[in-house]
């Protein structure tokens, strides 16, 4: 299976030209900085940048598999979102893409956000702006039809684009900084089970847990067009966040046997690898993990 995302149809994504981290009572938040919301607002297409997006991710998610610092995850979690923009678990997390019609939003069971899965509908929406008043940022539905009520000119500025979109490229728009993380581990274990299980280096039962922990891994499916260039038509993937476009990616990726995500023999780190035999994210590895065995050599010697 290929997983060529280079497309004719570029997906932009948005991410503010800066964030910071908010307390809410003992919640942890990484939102948009007020100055940076004013004066940046970066487009980029999602899917020229997912190479780098998959390797970040997985390494966030092995650091702090590690370490429970709230300063690490912190470090992390704001590392990723300043390239990338935030994942979207607003709108991606509900199984109806109209939940907000609804008095009650039912999410997926793999979900980052509530373990029950049902949440009354306005507290799920002022969990993701819990720095916004009412006047900033709300929601009405008339005629089974939802408008984002605001005073703010910048985010009237995105009236004319989808209501996803009015949602999480809001500057009021939150997300915990332990579900980003914890997205991140959740994907990291997958990924080493993969690796543990290529690498033949399990052994029965650890096999089988392997296994369950990659099959286990579900995502509901992307949307898409066709789009035609001249008497070719082509795919044009229509997610709805980045955390949608990135489980798709890693799935593409995981099921590929050309699949260029490793995880470096010496410092363990996740990378990306041009060259199909590569054990080592860098020189500087490989010659020290060479040092190491010749090292061990001249011992047993």
Request: glycine content about 4%; aromatic content about 16%; some cysteine.
């Amino acid at each position: 299976m290929e997983f060529n995302f280079k497309s004719n149809s570029a997906y932009s994504y948005m991410r503010y030209g800066g964030y910071q981290g908010r307390y809410k009572g003992k919640e942890y938040y990484i939102v948009p900085n007020p100055e940076a919301s004013i004066n940046i607002r970066d487009l980029y297409d999602m899917f020229s940048k997912m190479d780098s997006i998959l390797v970040d991710l997985l390494n966030i998610g092995r650091i702090c598999i590690d370490s429970e610092d709230d300063q690490t995850k912190f470090t992390c979690a704001y590392f990723f979102v300043e390239q990338y923009g935030l994942l979207g678990f607003m709108v991606e997390a509900p199984i109806n893409a109209d939940f907000l019609l609804n008095e009650e939003v039912t999410l997926k069971e793999s979900n980052f956000i509530n373990k029950n899965c049902v949440m009354r509908t306005k507290e799920y929406f002022d969990l993701f702006f819990p720095f916004a008043k009412d006047t900033e940022m709300n929601y009405t539905v008339t005629n089974g039809k939802v408008e984002i009520e605001t005073n703010s000119d910048l985010q009237r500025m995105l009236n004319r684009t989808s209501l996803s979109n009015q949602l999480i490229y809001s500057s009021f728009y939150c997300e915990k900084i332990d579900w980003i993380i914890e997205y991140a581990k959740k994907m990291y274990k997958i990924f080493k089970k993969y690796v543990d299980l290529s690498n033949n280096s399990v052994n029965n039962y650890d096999e089988y847990k392997a296994r369950e922990t990659i099959s286990d891994y579900y995502f509901s499916g992307i949307p898409y067009k066709i789009n035609m260039y001249g008497n070719t038509p082509e795919i044009s993937w229509q997610p709805n966040s980045l955390k949608q476009a990135i489980d798709m990616a890693f799935g593409f990726m995981l099921c590929s046997e050309k699949n260029p995500l490793r995880i470096c023999k010496h410092c363990g780190k996740v990378f990306y690898a041009k060259n199909p035999k590569a054990e080592y994210d860098s020189s500087q590895c490989r010659n020290q993990a060479n040092v190491y065995k010749s090292r061990n050599k001249n011992k047993a010697d």
